[in-house]
């Protein structure tokens, strides 16, 4: 069990982490200054530098947290023993929890807003991948039609989500957050054209 030293020092990267998010997501990475993030967290520049050499560092560490939070997320949803229409729901649930507790790092893991850095690519791709397993698995039990391609399903799929979100976090008064939820998972289940049934 870590001590009371070690438990600070822990909390103060956890600040400072999510402090990076919000700013890096306001301002990218090239407007960010180290000091927006040493106040953001409440903490001197010094001690910022203490847990990270740069700014590079911190952008890093912000994006791979990120990436295992929401992975993580989604692979414990994928596991659950329940119907797919059930999963499905779930993992919207977690979607929208993790963007209304997270929106600046949500928004800063899935935009591709910040040119070809290939730490967001790698968030989407990680995603797209776990979907692509899951229609390869419903193409199997015939739950997924034939002749859909994966990748470019996925894809879509994953900047649909996003850009609707992004959409719903500006003003959440737009769309009851239940109905955000069943939006998104039958947009997941059937996308924009089919039949629903």
């Known amino acids: 069990m870590p001590g009371q030293r070690e438990k600070q020092k822990q909390e103060t990267r956890s600040r400072l982490v999510s402090a990076g998010a919000e700013v890096f997501a306001a301002r990218g990475l090239e407007g960010t200054r180290i000091s927006d993030i040493a106040r953001e ?14 700014k590079e560092a911190l952008f890093e560490e912000v994006m791979r947290a990120g990436k295992e939070t929401i992975i ?3 692979e414990a949803t994928y596991a659950l023993d329940v119907d797919h229409e059930t999963r ?3 993992a919207m649930e977690g979607v929208v929890g993790f963007a209304e507790t ?13 040119g070809d850095d290939p730490l967001r690519r790698e968030v989407v791709d990680a995603i797209a991948t776990l979907r692509v397993k ?12 034939s002749g859909l391609d994966y990748e470019a399903a996925a894809r879509c799929e994953v900047g649909a989500v996003f850009h609707l979100l ?20 039958d ?11």
């Open 187 to 197: 947009f997941r289940r059937f996308g924009v054209e089919g039949s629903g049934a």
């Open 134 to 145: 899951e229609f390869e698995d419903g193409r199997h039990s015939g739950r997924i039609r």
């Open 72 to 74: 993580a997320g989604i």
């Open 166 to 185: 992004d959409w719903w976090l500006d003003d959440p008064s737009r769309m009851d957050r239940q109905d955000l939820i069943r939006a998104l998972s």
């Open 102 to 114: 997270h929106g600046a790092l949500f928004r800063l893991l899935l935009s591709r807003g910040g």
């Open 88 to 90: 499905d729901r779930l």
């Open 41 to 54: 967290a409440g903490v001197a520049m010094g001690t910022l530098y203490t847990h990270f050499p740069d």
